[in-house]
């Protein structure tokens, strides 16, 4: 009940092209979900979040759809450039301190 | 750089040995976070602190790990008997004390247990 799915496992999108992943999750306590983007080397940084009161979040390029009755989200990243290239984390926490379940990642490749 | 610092960014050990981790949270976070992070895979919570009083264990901590926090500053992870089971990136996280507010992760301790 505590995990989170997600998928693909890995990601190849020519440069200009929609990123697409998604989670899943069981626990309906979960009321806190953001996506994390990992460089190799690096730790996990906060790329966007949303809370499950809306369906929707877009930062710049980057979108979280969010479907409450299904217990899923996914990250839509728009016009993906190779610099998105990365690892991509989605999270679910129940928002009252950052324990953070987190899916397994998917390795974004954005080709020139 | 006052973003969430960790030492040594890299530990080889000889199975059987003991290390410590060290973590400087953000200066005004009292709220502080360890992960532990295998390979191909996300990080896993091991436990929190609340300024310095450690809130929560994950099953993960087995009594060969032990955490602390004095005076709700920096923080350290000691693992004990060191197995290779062990080898992975150990991340640290800080936040403030709110309700979903960004956990802001360091660059992760890999240690590597031969």
């Known amino acids: 009940q505590q995990q989170v799915k997600q998928s693909p496992q890995s990601l190849i999108v020519q440069k200009g092209g929609i990123s697409i992943i998604n989670c899943a999750y069981e626990?309906?306590?979960?009321?806190?979900f953001p996506w994390y983007q990992q460089f190799p080397g690096k730790g996990p940084a906060l790329l966007i979040a949303?809370?499950?009161?809306?369906s929707e979040k877009k930062e710049g390029r980057f979108t979280i759809s969010f479907n409450k009755s299904a217990k899923q989200f996914s990250l839509h990243i728009m016009d993906s450039q190779p610099g998105d290239s990365a690892t991509y984390f989605c999270a679910a926490g129940n928002g009252g301190y950052n324990k953070l379940i987190f899916g397994a990642g998917t390795r974004l490749a954005v080709h020139p | 750089d006052t973003g969430v610092s960790q030492n040594p960014r890299h530990k080889i050990t000889k199975r059987g040995q003991n290390v410590t981790f060290r973590c400087d949270p953000i200066?005004?976070?009292?709220?502080l976070y360890w992960y532990r992070q295998t390979l191909g895979q996300g990080p896993e919570f091991l436990t929190y602190f609340q300024n310095e009083a450690q809130l929560e264990k994950s099953r993960l901590l087995s009594d060969r790990f032990s955490a602390e926090r004095p005076k709700g500053s920096f923080s350290t992870l000691e693992i004990q008997r060191t197995e290779q089971g062990d080898s992975a990136m150990y991340l640290c996280?800080?936040?403030?004390?709110?309700?979903?507010?960004?956990?802001?992760f360091g660059q992760g301790t890999r240690l590597t247990v031969v």
């Open positions: 200066s005004e976070h009292n709220r």
């Open positions: 626990n309906t306590a979960f009321d806190y």
């Open positions: 949303i809370r499950p009161d809306v």
């Open positions: 996280a800080s936040s403030l004390d709110r309700t979903n507010t960004e956990a802001f």
